[in-house]
């Protein structure tokens, strides 16, 4: 077991985000191809296989083992941004490098061909943000509205709880994998941890950064000394739809008109559509005048703020263009 040691200051920093992380996604992505994939990721556990290619060896070399993930493959800042994240993963110190992974060469765990990364090679590195640039065009790009939209859809549903019954039940209803237990001023938050046992982590009023996961098989914790602990968990499978790509809704709608649909979850801003589509606010506002006019989302003042949610018939047509 990994134990979480949390104080009432941890609790009252607890966080939880409203974004997917993107390298998380894609480590986990990674891994689920060499661990098999539960019913709802088949057809895209036989998609991503039957579409790599060599150049992507260099990433998935490192996806390998059961229950082991590389630190620096998933930064502390969590970003969704690939371009900005694989920034980091290039800027990783050599040293970090070496001590990640030449023990699992010398084990045999990893291919004695990682030993170039392990020395911090320029061409080493820049080979592995090609990799995981192509991996991620095949396993995780093609169905980011999907991903997007059930991380914002846990993280509403959190927050719902959050309000009206306090964190001690958000954390205790988190996931199935995670055991929740407040012992007075102290409390605890386990899990089974793959590869240790015994482990004991106190964050000592840093906080907890939650992260939901589409793709991640287990709870995982990333410790950066310098913020707070983050606790990524998987997203309940109840809660999860066939993992396909938006091409049909695409189809109809035209690409990015979907992807401002798919956007509009969990009650946006038009500056927050436009960011999570990529696209400026003056087109991000014109699109959702167009969807509202059709009858597919209603639009509110909160505020400065102008907010859009999906109405009956949004939703149903999102959903049938993920099924599609």
């Given at each position: 077991m990994?134990?979480?040691q949390?104080?009432?200051?941890?609790?009252s920093?607890?966080?939880?985000?409203?974004?997917?992380?993107?390298?998380?996604?894609?480590?986990?992505a990674?891994?689920r191809?060499?661990?098999?994939?539960?019913?709802?990721?088949?057809?895209?556990?036989?998609?991503?296989?039957?579409?790599?290619?060599?150049?992507?060896?260099?990433?998935?070399?490192?996806?390998?083992?059961p229950?082991?993930f590389?630190?620096?493959?998933?930064?502390?800042s969590?970003?969704?941004?690939?371009?900005a994240?694989?920034?980091?993963?290039?800027?990783?110190?050599?040293?970090?490098?070496?001590?990640?992974?030449?023990p699992?060469?010398?084990?045999?765990?990893?291919?004695?061909?990682?030993?170039?990364?392990a020395?911090?090679?320029?061409?080493?590195?820049?080979?592995?943000?090609?990799?995981?640039?192509?991996f991620?065009?095949?396993?995780?790009a093609?169905?980011?509205?999907?991903?997007?939209?059930a991380?914002?859809?846990?993280?509403a549903?959190?927050?719902h709880?959050m309000?009206?019954?306090g964190?001690?039940?958000?954390?205790?209803?988190?996931?199935?994998?995670?055991?929740?237990?407040?012992?007075?001023?102290r409390?605890?938050l386990?899990?089974?941890?793959?590869?240790?046992d015994?482990?004991?982590l106190?964050p000592?009023?840093?906080?907890?950064?939650?992260?939901?996961?589409?793709?991640?098989?287990?709870?995982?914790?990333?410790?950066d000394?310098?913020?707070?602990?983050?606790?990524?968990?998987?997203?309940?499978?109840?809660?999860q739809?066939a993992?396909?790509?938006?091409?049909?809704?695409?189809?109809?709608?035209?690409?990015?008109?979907?992807?401002?649909?798919?956007?509009?979850?969990?009650?946006p801003?038009?500056?927050q559509?436009?960011?999570?589509?990529g696209?400026?606010?003056?087109?991000?506002?014109q699109?959702?005048?167009?969807?509202?006019?059709?009858?597919?989302?209603?639009?509110?003042?909160?505020?400065?703020?102008v907010r859009?949610t999906?109405t009956?018939?949004?939703?149903?047509?999102?959903?049938?263009?993920?099924?599609?």
């Amino acid at each position: 077991m990994l134990t979480l040691q949390l104080t009432a200051t941890d609790l009252s920093r607890t966080v939880l985000r409203s974004e997917p992380a993107v390298l998380l996604e894609l480590g986990a992505a990674g891994q689920r191809l060499f661990e098999g994939a539960p019913e709802h990721l088949t057809a895209w556990w036989a998609r991503t296989r039957a579409a790599l290619r060599p150049e992507m060896r260099p990433y998935l070399d490192l996806c390998r083992l059961p229950g082991w993930f590389p630190d620096f493959l998933t930064p502390p800042s969590l970003g969704s941004d690939l371009p900005a994240a694989l920034d980091e993963v290039l800027a990783t110190p050599t040293a970090t490098l070496a001590a990640e992974l030449r023990p699992r060469i010398a084990a045999g765990d990893l291919p004695a061909r990682v030993a170039a990364l392990a020395s911090g090679e320029t061409t080493a590195r820049r080979r592995l943000c090609v990799a995981m640039r192509a991996f991620h065009q095949i396993a995780v790009a093609p169905y980011q509205q999907t991903i997007t939209a059930a991380v914002r859809g846990d993280r509403a549903v959190r927050a719902h709880t959050m309000v009206d019954a306090g964190i001690d039940r958000v954390l205790r209803d988190l996931s199935p994998y995670l055991f929740w237990k407040p012992y007075g001023e102290r409390y605890e938050l386990s899990y089974e941890c793959g590869f240790a046992d015994g482990i004991a982590l106190a964050p000592a009023g840093r906080g907890v950064t939650l992260v939901p996961s589409y793709l991640l098989p287990r709870p995982c914790v990333l410790d950066d000394p310098a913020g707070p602990l983050v606790l990524a968990y998987p997203i309940r499978p109840t809660a999860q739809r066939a993992l396909v790509s938006s091409k049909p809704l695409a189809d109809l709608l035209g690409r990015t008109r979907a992807a401002v649909l798919g956007a509009i979850v969990d009650g946006p801003s038009t500056s927050q559509v436009a960011r999570t589509v990529g696209i400026s606010l003056a087109s991000a506002s014109q699109h959702a005048s167009v969807l509202r006019s059709a009858g597919l989302v209603t639009t509110h003042r909160a505020g400065p703020a102008v907010r859009h949610t999906l109405t009956p018939l949004g939703e149903h047509l999102l959903r049938a263009g993920h099924t599609g």
